[in-house]
T-cell receptor, first 113, second 112 residues
Framework: DAGVTQSPTHLIKTRGQQVTLRCSPI?????VSWYQQVLGQGPQFIFQYYEKEERGRGNFPDRFSARQFPNYSSELNVNALLLGDSALYLCASRTESTNEKLFFGSGTQLSVL | GENVEQHPSTLSVQEGDSAVIKCTYSDSASNYFPWYKQELGKGPQLIIDIRSNVGEKKDQRIAVTLNKTAKHFSLHITETQPEDSAVYFCAAPLRGFQKLVFGTGTRLLVSP
């Protein structure tokens, strides 16, 4: 079975641009979460979605938004990119919103120049 | 909110030795503690986890121990192999599994 898949794997943008990252969860998983991982640090929670509804938001500005589609795939959108947004963006899925086991994809490496 | 501290930040061992990574957490309501392994260019991979109703869990060469009173949990890797070299993260949940709070990571290097 395929794991969590993310696209693209790498992305280079310039300050002020907008970016959309995509995620497909493990088959049968209904909940998707997004995390940001800055080099040398642990992942930081951005959003959790379940059944197309936002179930949680981390301490990130409104420039960050996300949505989940009926097939449970998800997009993360970041507007007005800053240099500090350069990071590995990880998508993770779980079977239900309250299930403990979280499985991560390989991430999208975003570089903002 | 939850805070997770992880030590050491780097750990170098010889092949065949044991490695121990320790974490402490702050939220006494936390009841699930996963460990992730992250290799270069990949996302974190869940390698073992433990719930608070048990004190120890083992899976082949890896084990996790939990001391809820002291709010400590540890990852133990025995008979280390070069392929164990990676960054290891501990984590604890906040808000009923809505989010995981991760430690700062331990870079493990196993030398042949």
């Amino acid at each position: 079975d395929a794991g969590v898949t993310q696209s693209p794997t790498h992305l280079i943008k310039t300050r002020g641009q907008q970016v959309t990252l995509r995620c497909s969860p493990i088959s049968g998983h209904k909940s998707v979460s997004w995390y940001q991982q800055v080099l040398g640090q642990g992942p930081q929670f951005i959003f959790q979605y379940y059944e197309k509804e936002e179930r949680g938001r981390g301490n990130f500005p409104d420039r960050f938004s996300a949505r989940q589609f009926p097939n449970y795939s998800s997009e993360l959108n970041v507007n007005a990119l800053l240099l500090g947004d350069s990071a590995l963006y990880l998508c993770a899925s779980r079977t239900e919103s309250t299930n403990e086991k979280l499985f991560f994809g390989s991430g999208t490496q975003l570089s903002v120049l | 909110g939850e805070n997770v501290e992880q030590h050491p930040s780097t750990l170098s061992v010889q092949e065949g030795d044991s490695a121990v990574i320790k974490c402490t957490y702050s939220d006494s309501a936390s009841n699930y503690f996963p460990w992730y392994k992250q290799e270069l260019g990949k996302g974190p991979q869940l390698i073992i986890d433990i719930r608070s109703n048990v004190g120890e869990k083992k899976d082949q060469r890896i084990a996790v121990t939990l001391n809820k009173t002291a709010k400590h949990f540890s990852l133990h890797i025995t008979e280390t192999q070069p392929e164990d070299s990676a960054v290891y993260f501990c984590a604890a949940p906040l808000r009923g599994f809505q989010k995981l709070v991760f430690g700062t990571g331990t870079r493990l290097l196993v030398s042949p």
